[in-house]
């Protein structure tokens, strides 16, 4: 089998199948698909550890935290990571998993919800670490990044700012500016569907109603940032003028797959974010009703009675 190298990336020999696309290739440039399978590893001894104290852990988090590291090591760790260097519609539907999918599913996970419950407290040497953590949530440049006047921009920037200028094909000559660029795709996912998913802890809280505005500010950017790559005339970006000869690829009809790819990909994360907002704010709803409840069976009612005896003081002065 024939390999080739593209500006120091490894990219296979043969023209893209869906049997090649997902053929497992560690190498050099596959950082973060070693990172996510020692993510995996870490996060399973945590539940395991939680376990055996006799503290329970929803099942469903954990399958969500595999499903993200999955999909982390489905785009970097195969072949499609090689294929991604040559053909636009690869390399952007990784960029939309890395950004959409694999941060959502990684943060239902509640990863640092576990390490709070895991890490050991008080303390000396053993309790530095959580002391650490909890620092950091709670420390003024957590609080910057986590502000969505940043975490809003910085997102519709990974679009337009990475293919509409120079930096796009800057970073994808060398494979450290490579690996530098599909980490920020999965930071700024991360940083910006954190505190709207909010299952952890996260230095800034907002609003149900909040958490939804945040959600769909960036949609119409997303929406038509999809439909300006389908419409160009040319090519946005050079790295992928010049794909192997011989594997008949059109590259500007391959251009328009990878901006319809971009416009597709909105609607399905929009649509598992709202379903969790919708239905974290329906459990806070009936968390307070239930509070309110306990309040009123407590005092008896006091606040009612109080309230009755206010109308029919007033009643009996008219």
């Known amino acids: 089998m024939d390999h080739g190298q593209h500006s120091g990336m490894w990219v296979p020999g043969e023209p893209p199948t869906w049997g090649r696309m997902f053929q497992p290739h560690l190498g050099p440039e596959s950082f973060l698909a070693v990172l996510s399978m020692i993510g995996l590893l870490v ?11 006799g503290v329970s852990w929803p099942w469903w988090r954990t399958v969500a935290w595999t499903a993200g590291v999955a999909s982390l090591f489905a785009v970097t760790g195969t072949w499609l990571n090689g294929y991604s260097m040559v ?63 940043f975490t809003v921009p910085l997102f519709i920037a990974s679009l337009y700012g990475v293919y509409f200028t120079p930096i796009f094909d800057a970073l994808m000559r060398s494979p450290v500016g490579h690996q530098l660029m599909l980490a920020h795709f999965v930071v700024t996912g991360l940083l910006f569907f954190g505190p709207i998913v909010a299952q952890d802890p996260w230095p800034r809280t907002l609003s149900h109603p909040g958490r939804l505005l945040e959600l769909f500010l960036p949609v119409p950017f997303h929406a038509f940032f999809g439909v ?10 050079t790295t992928f003028a010049d794909p192997p000869s011989g594997w008949g690829i059109d590259t ?48 008896g009612d006091a606040e ?3 309230y009755n005896a206010r109308l029919r003081a007033m009643a009996e002065r008219d």
Do not use: C, K, N
């Open 43 to 53: 996060y399973l001894l945590a539940v395991l550890r939680l376990r055996r104290s």
């Open 87 to 149: 053909l636009f519609s690869v390399h952007m539907t990784q960029h939309m998993v890395l950004s959409l999918i694999t941060p959502l599913l990684l943060l239902l996970g509640a990863p640092i919800t576990l390490a709070l419950r895991t890490l050991p407290r008080g303390h000396g040497a053993a309790g530095t670490p959580r002391a650490l953590l909890l620092d950091a949530l709670h420390s003024r440049f957590a609080r910057f990044v986590a502000h969505p006047l």
């Open 228 to 237: 300006a790559i389908m419409m160009a005339g040319s090519l946005v970006v």
């Open 252 to 299: 500007l009809r391959d251009q328009g797959e990878a901006g319809g790819i971009v416009w597709a990909f909105g609607e399905l994360p929009t649509v598992l974010v709202m379903a969790v907002v919708f239905f974290s704010w329906a459990r806070s709803e009936e968390r307070r009703g239930r509070v309110l409840d306990r309040t009123a069976d407590r005092t």
């Open 304 to 306: 009612l009675a109080a």
